[in-house]
């Protein structure tokens, strides 16, 4: 009876083993259609798609970090600084007379090579001063929040023309159904008209810097490094690998992409604020573990951590349309991330 | 016959203590020469002068009998030197053949200018230098975590051969293995010096020094008490010069 019992216990667990993560999402989905009825719908998909572009690229930032055994807590508020920090050169370009479409396309380039150096600053001192990179970017969070703070003054940044958010708001194409489609601009129909609306431009974006990094990480001799890093350190560092360049560029990488995510934020939200991005922290890292990536370092995919990240965008899609608060959210990510973890341990342990 | 490595008067000392104390060892090709001596002999001091990571006070180094500056490790490698330490430094997450081409990846182009990994050529070269070495190894695309003690200390040798050793400094290659392995790492060792590899040995293990090694030299408190052909010596002459009893005898 005992042995009966704990066999089909190890069934299940082989047959779960690696896969629980779809499994969850689907039962999420299934349970979100009965909870709320705008869900069933699949325009739902490039909704809650386009509601977790942060969280794509945050914990796409996160995973690199985690790989070489270390975390950069400072990705939230690097993101917050990022959306002052776009939003307040527009503002200024504009200002001395640059076009709208000008003055985005510098800010954002500029609002980059900015967002880079706390991420450089993080990487020397973790690298270089070795520093322990829970405080480096511990430091770095505090650091950029202040700066965000002090540079807009305890309100939002604002001034953003019309222009960014049509990019940040519109889609790739239009179908008015029946009589004609176009490509990035709306079609002008009358009030009422149903316009069928397909692949919001900055999901589209997100996806195309995700699946660059994700070659970055599986093709490229850096990101063979990086998992060299998280495997053996001494390994590492006996083979000739440029350690120190390599952790740098790890942490550049994360402040790089915290950055894009606050630029992005800034074009769908048209505001900037210091703590734009509080509450990605935990949301990043929950998407890194569910997607099976050690704390420990040397593990973790691109891949793997979009599925993880893909539980909390459908969450959060479906506690919204259900009515339900954010801070339930919180909670609930917390859960799940804990759930992940004990679910790994055991898996492991049943394998 | 001509030593492919020599190490003349060596001394190496830290503060007051003299770790090495003018030690000479010689090393032909496709011999194993084992280094014998209790703790705190100097037998790991004078493999890590070898090796580059100490530089010694006094005493030169010659390869091929030319005088060498082996001031770093690197130097040591470009030399041929390889030493396979206990951790054995491999990254247990990475397959065989990243580990292998570790940090010395190979590349090919994709559209046009993308350098990305050659994982199949990786795969390929690491299978030819297990084949040449007579290793078996399931399947190259496993990671090093998954496999044994004793597989991985055949990757971690046939990362040495293939960037060229000529020279391979092996310290306790098996301890913490089981019987069996400990039969194939001394088979290994055996092939390689068919292959004309030369070998220095610490061991513990008096049987796999009587198995494989063609030399030995004891040393005692940093200074080489003895250095004995294989053939002609038998463990309780090396015991008894480990110990020192060896010296009291012949002092009387």
Same mark, same amino acid.
């Given at each position: 009876? +005992?042995?009966?019992?704990?066999?089909?216990?190890?069934?299940?667990?082989?047959?779960?083993?690696?896969?629980?993560v779809p499994v969850f999402i689907l039962l999420e989905i299934v349970y979100f259609c009965?909870r709320s009825?705008g869900f069933a719908n699949p325009n739902s998909l490039q909704i809650l798609l386009f509601y977790g572009v942060q969280v794509f690229l945050v914990a796409t930032a996160e995973l690199?970090?985690?790989?070489?055994?270390?975390?950069?807590?400072?990705v939230g508020?690097?993101l917050?600084?990022?959306t002052?920090?776009?939003?307040? =050169?527009?503002?200024?370009?504009?200002?001395?007379?640059?076009?709208?479409?000008?003055?985005?396309? =510098?800010?954002?380039?500029?609002?980059?090579?900015?967002?880079?150096?706390?991420?450089?600053?993080?990487?020397?001192?973790?690298?270089?001063?070795?520093?322990?990179?829970?405080?480096?970017?511990?430091?770095?969070?505090? /650091?950029?929040?202040?700066?965000?703070?002090?540079?807009?003054?305890?309100?939002?940044?604002?001034?953003?023309?019309?222009?960014a958010s049509d990019i940040g708001l519109g889609y790739i194409f239009y179908i008015?159904?029946?009589?004609?489609?176009?490509f990035f601009?709306k079609?002008?129909?009358?009030?009422?008209? !149903?316009v069928l609306q397909i692949l919001p431009n900055i999901v589209i974006i997100t996806f195309v810097v995700v699946a660059l990094f994700a070659f970055?990480?599986?093709?490229?001799?850096?990101? +063979?490094?990086?998992?060299?890093?998280?495997?053996?350190?001494?390994? !590492?560092? +006996?083979?000739?690998?440029?350690?120190?360049? +390599?952790?740098?560029? /790890?942490?550049?990488?994360?402040?790089?992409l915290a950055?894009l995510a606050g630029i992005v934020y800034a074009f769908m939200y048209v505001?900037?604020?210091?703590?734009a991005g509080?509450g990605l922290?935990l949301d990043a890292?929950a998407a890194v573990?569910i997607g099976?990536?050690?704390?420990?370092?040397?593990?973790?995919t691109v891949w793997r951590t979009m599925l993880g990240a893909l539980v909390i965008a459908v969450l959060d899609l479906g506690l919204r349309m259900s009515?339900i608060?954010t801070?339930?959210e919180?909670?609930l990510v917390?859960?799940i991330?804990?759930?992940?973890? /004990?679910?790994?341990?055991?898996?492991?342990?049943?394998? | 016959?001509?030593?492919?490595?020599?190490?003349?008067?060596?001394?190496?000392?830290?503060?007051?203590?003299?770790?090495?104390?003018?030690?000479?060892?010689?090393?032909?090709?496709?011999?194993?020469?084992?280094?014998?001596?209790?703790?705190?002999?100097?037998?790991?001091?004078?493999?890590?002068?070898?090796?580059?990571?100490?530089?010694? &006070?006094?005493?030169?180094?010659?390869?091929?009998?030319?005088?060498?500056?082996?001031?770093?490790?690197?130097?040591?490698?470009?030399?041929?030197?390889?030493?396979?330490? *206990?951790?054995?430094?491999?990254?247990?997450?990475?397959?065989?053949?990243?580990?292998?081409?570790?940090?010395?990846?190979?590349?090919?182009?994709?559209? $046009?200018?993308?350098?990305?990994?050659?994982?199949?050529?990786?795969?390929?070269?690491? *299978?030819?230098?297990?084949?040449?070495?007579?290793?078996?190894?399931?399947?190259?695309?496993?990671?090093?975590?998954?496999?044994?003690? $004793?597989?991985? *200390?055949?990757?971690?040798?046939?990362?040495?051969?293939?960037?060229?050793?000529?020279?391979?400094?092996?310290?306790?290659?098996?301890?913490?293995?089981?019987?069996?392995?400990?039969?194939?790492?001394?088979?290994?060792?055996?092939?390689?010096?068919?292959?004309?590899?030369?070998?220095?040995?610490?061991?513990? *293990?008096?049987?796999?020094?009587?198995?494989?090694?063609?030399?030995?030299?004891?040393?005692?408190?940093?200074?080489?008490?003895?250095?004995?052909?294989?053939?002609?010596?038998?463990? &309780?002459?090396?015991?008894?010069?480990?110990? $020192?009893?060896?010296?009291?005898?012949?002092?009387?």
């Open positions: 009876m +005992r042995s009966s019992k704990s066999s089909t216990a190890k069934a299940l667990t082989s047959a779960l083993s690696g896969r629980w009965f009825e690199f970090v985690i790989i070489t055994g270390g975390i950069d807590l400072s508020y690097v917050g600084f990022a002052v920090i776009s939003i307040k =050169l527009v503002a200024k370009m504009m200002a001395i007379g640059i076009s709208p479409p000008a003055a985005l396309l =510098l800010a954002t380039i500029a609002t980059l090579a900015i967002g880079v150096v706390p991420g450089l600053v993080n990487g020397a001192l973790v690298a270089y001063l070795k520093v322990p990179p829970f405080i480096a970017t511990f430091s770095m969070l505090g /650091v950029c929040h202040g700066i965000s703070e002090l540079i807009i003054n305890g309100v939002s940044a604002v001034g953003l023309p019309k222009l008015v159904p029946g009589s004609r489609s176009s601009v079609p002008e129909v009358p009030r009422g008209t !149903a970055v990480l599986a093709r490229t001799k850096f990101g +063979r490094h990086v998992y060299a890093l998280g495997g053996n350190m001494d390994a !590492a560092i +006996r083979s000739g690998i440029p350690v120190k360049r +390599r952790i740098l560029g /790890v942490y550049a990488i994360s402040s790089f950055s505001s900037g604020k210091a703590d509080a922290l890292i573990v099976g990536a050690s704390m420990f370092g040397g593990s973790g009515g608060p801070f339930d919180f909670i917390g859960v991330l804990i759930f992940a973890v /004990v679910m790994d341990r055991y898996m492991q342990e049943a394998s | 016959m001509d030593y492919i490595l020599e190490a003349r008067n060596v001394t190496k000392r830290f503060g007051g203590l003299t770790a090495v104390d003018r030690v000479s060892i010689g090393l032909r090709a496709g011999e194993a020469f084992a280094l014998l001596g209790d703790n705190g002999a100097g037998k790991s001091t004078l493999i890590k002068i070898i090796s580059g990571v100490h530089k010694p &006070d006094e005493g030169e180094i010659f390869i091929n009998g030319k005088r060498a500056r082996i001031e770093a490790p690197m130097d040591a490698l470009a030399a041929g030197i390889e030493t396979i330490y *206990q951790d054995l430094a491999l990254a247990e997450n990475l397959d065989v053949g990243a580990n292998i081409f570790l940090g010395r990846e190979r590349m090919k182009r994709r559209f $046009g200018a993308l350098r990305v990994l050659d994982d199949p050529s990786m795969a390929e070269e690491s *299978q030819k230098v297990l084949d040449r070495l007579d290793i078996k190894i399931p399947s190259l695309k496993k990671m090093i975590r998954t496999l044994s003690g $004793g597989q991985r *200390q055949a990757v971690a040798i046939s990362r040495s051969i293939y960037w060229d050793a000529k020279v391979l400094i092996m310290d306790e290659p098996t301890a913490a293995l089981g019987v069996a392995e400990q039969r194939k790492v001394l088979d290994l060792v055996r092939t390689l010096k068919d292959q004309g590899i030369g070998i220095i040995l610490i061991s513990h *293990q008096m049987y796999d020094i009587f198995e494989v090694a063609d030399r030995l030299a004891v040393m005692r408190r940093g200074v080489k008490v003895g250095e004995r052909i294989v053939k002609e010596t038998s463990p &309780d002459e090396v015991v008894s010069l480990m110990m $020192g009893t060896e010296e009291v005898r012949k002092d009387r």
